[in-house]
Each structure stands twice: as structure tokens, then as C-alpha cells.
């Protein structure tokens, strides 16, 4: 009888870890996959081109490993991208905040603001919409 329930109460350990461990991975997962994006590296290639965001933040331009937003394809080539990317540098901080779309196949960018912490001007690098943005210079 003993024998029967350290078998079972073995099995019931290993349901809780296989499970924990597969939330786990999905959760961290996430990231890795937006980070895959062609709208994460159309967003993250246009940050570091920048010279304004270079005078704020540095040179050396890099992203956290957490990132937040949506990326949704679908089978007809259409698509839609949202992403909150944390970036940092030698200098300083920031959010960079980017809206793709995606028509035919292709990428375009329709709105690119970062924000530096400490400042409260953002600098919009892509406004196509003409989208009001709070304390942006003109």
C-alpha cells in the first residue's frame, strides 16, 4: 500500500512540474517570438539609425528582454504589429513604441515614438497618421 502511494504521489510531483515548466516556457516564450518579428526589426533598426535618439540614449542602442505589444498575420499577407520595446543605453533609457502594418507582404511603419525617461518631449521618428501625441514638438 505504501508503495502504491509514493507512486502516486511521484506521478502527482511530476504533473506539477511538466506543467509549471510548460507555463513557464510559453510565458518566456513571448518575447522571443515578437523579438522574431520583421515589426520588432524594422522598429528596433529605425531607433538605432536615429541621431536624436543617439544623443539621448548612446550609441551602443539595445532592447530588454521583456517586451510588450501584439503581431498579427494573417494568410492573406495583411497584417498589424503593436510593440512596447524597452531600450537602453551608455546614456540612458526609454520606450520605443511602434505601429506596423502589413499590406501585400510588406512591412510599413505608421508610427514611431520613443520616449527617453527623464524627458518629457518623445521623439517621433514616424507619424504617418498624424496621430496627436502629447508634448511632441512639432
Given amino acids: 500500500f505504501r508503495r502504491t502511494q509514493r507512486n502516486w504521489a511521484i506521478a502527482g510531483l ?12 510559453m510565458v518566456g516564450g513571448i518575447p522571443y517570438i515578437l523579438k522574431g518579428s520583421d515589426a520588432y526589426h524594422m ?7 536615429d541621431d536624436r535618439v543617439k544623443a539621448a540614449v548612446g ?6 528582454y521583456w ?3 501584439s503581431v498579427n498575420v494573417n494568410a492573406n499577407g495583411s497584417g498589424d ?8 543605453g551608455a546614456k540612458g533609457n526609454g520606450t520605443a513604441y511602434s505601429h506596423a502594418v502589413r499590406n501585400a507582404g510588406t512591412w510599413s511603419m505608421r508610427l514611431l515614438v520613443v520616449r527617453i525617461e527623464g524627458v518629457k518631449a518623445p521623439i517621433v521618428l ?4 498624424h496621430v496627436a501625441i502629447p508634448d511632441a514638438a512639432i
Fill in 14 to 25: 511530476m504533473v506539477w512540474v511538466v506543467g509549471i515548466g510548460g507555463c513557464a516556457t
Fill in 43 to 49: 522598429t528596433m533598426d529605425a531607433v538605432r539609425a
Fill in 59 to 64: 550609441e551602443d542602442i539595445g532592447s530588454n
Fill in 67 to 69: 517586451i510588450g505589444g
Fill in 81 to 88: 504589429a503593436q510593440l512596447s520595446i524597452p531600450i537602453h
Fill in 126 to 129: 514616424v507619424n504617418e497618421d
